[in-house]
């Protein structure tokens, strides 16, 4: 029996207020908004969150940097980086934040649970290293979820895909070495923080299982579509993952403020549509979707609604902040020769990317 789509939230995660600052509450707040006026409630299954052990984010984060930010927060907080605020109450909401996603990935693993989940979480994560965080990030949300599966639920292989407008440097480096986590991002190029070049593809027993696919500024929905179903999904479909990651950023958008990119909600609808069929078809349906970065409080709203009802198997609610450009048919020419440079990189690795 097919259960209905999983939404993880919780008020707590209000609570990380780093003051005037483009990761703010007010962009979950927007989101929940939305939700309430789409009656996502009545299509969803809530999963309660739960705070993250230290255990579970040893498994990611050494224990040094736990600790600092458990001193940080006690002093009543203070800036890990330039971009990065730790308050008195955010390792607290981080660890809920985390063990958010980790109830996720436990829902999708039970008997009764569903399978295919949203989670509504803050701080985001994808920017944290095991020892320091950055970019807004204090705990590596995805990372976390999934060695929690790779560890509790008997799980060898598990894809992250990251279609944030920001490059998951933190993600990257954390399974860089490793083969049961494929990491796969798209993301623009030249942007913060700088990384995520077409040749960084792993090391030792990670060699060609971090793809990267580096868009150029003004790239949209059809660019982003051709990288997954020309590069993506094939490599995606040939390692047949057990679990499906998504970090599911939306500063992509063409109303974001962060970032030069054109995608619509449309568009990520379409994205997330491909990943309910990859999961469907590999990893008994078990899709669990992040958030991440997105800073246009309207246009995130209606990102995540999309996501959410192409997760749900649903068609695309009609919504979106006006203005969106007109989407070409196919991949521009700048975003179609990235990827097929990206392709001549990894087909040696993975032959179901023909010549």
Aim: proline share 7%; with cysteine; aromatic share 8%.
């Amino acid at each position: 029996m097919r259960h209905p789509a999983g939404l993880v939230t919780d008020p707590a995660y209000l609570r990380h207020a780093p003051g005037s600052w483009p990761e703010s509450p007010e962009r979950l707040r927007a989101v929940l908004g939305r939700f309430a006026s789409s009656r996502v409630h009545e299509r969803a299954q809530l999963i309660p969150a739960r705070r993250a052990t230290d255990r579970e984010l040893r498994r990611i984060h050494h224990e040094e940097y736990l600790r600092r930010l458990e001193v940080l927060a006690g002093r009543g907080g203070d800036y890990l980086d330039p971009d990065t605020v730790v308050t008195a109450e955010s390792y607290e909401v981080a660890k809920l934040a985390a063990g958010g996603c980790l109830a996720a990935v436990d829902a999708a693993f039970s008997e009764s649970g569903p399978r295919t989940s949203l989670c509504l979480v803050r701080p985001p994560g994808h920017h944290a290293f095991p020892r320091r965080g950055t970019g807004f990030c204090l705990l590596n949300n995805v990372a976390i979820a999934a060695a929690h599966a790779l560890e509790e639920h008997d799980v060898e292989r598990v894809l992250i895909v990251d279609w944030d407008v920001h490059h998951g440097n933190g993600t990257e480096t954390i399974f860089y070495d490793r083969r049961d986590v494929l990491y796969l991002s798209v993301h623009q190029s030249p942007l913060y923080p700088g990384t995520g070049g077409l040749a960084d593809t792993g090391e030792a027993e990670g060699q060609g299982y971090n793809v990267n696919l580096p868009l150029p500024p003004g790239a949209g929905d059809a660019d982003s579509l051709a990288a997954f179903d020309r590069l993506f999904l094939p490599i995606a479909r040939a390692y047949r993952p057990q679990l499906v990651l998504v970090s599911s950023g939306h500063d992509g958008h063409f109303a974001d403020p962060l970032g030069s990119m054109c995608c619509t909600a449309s568009g990520y609808h379409q994205l997330a549509a491909r990943m309910r069929a990859l999961a469907e078809e590999f990893a008994g349906g078990r899709l669990i979707a992040v958030l991440e970065g997105g800073y246009h409080e309207e246009a995130l709203g209606w990102c995540l609604l999309a996501v959410f009802d192409a997760m749900a198997g649903l068609g695309m609610e009609r919504g979106d902040v006006p203005g969106a450009p007109s989407q070409e048919a196919g991949p521009s020419p700048e975003a179609a020769h990235r990827i097929a440079q990206a392709v001549a990189i990894h087909a040696p690795g993975w032959p179901c990317l023909g010549n």
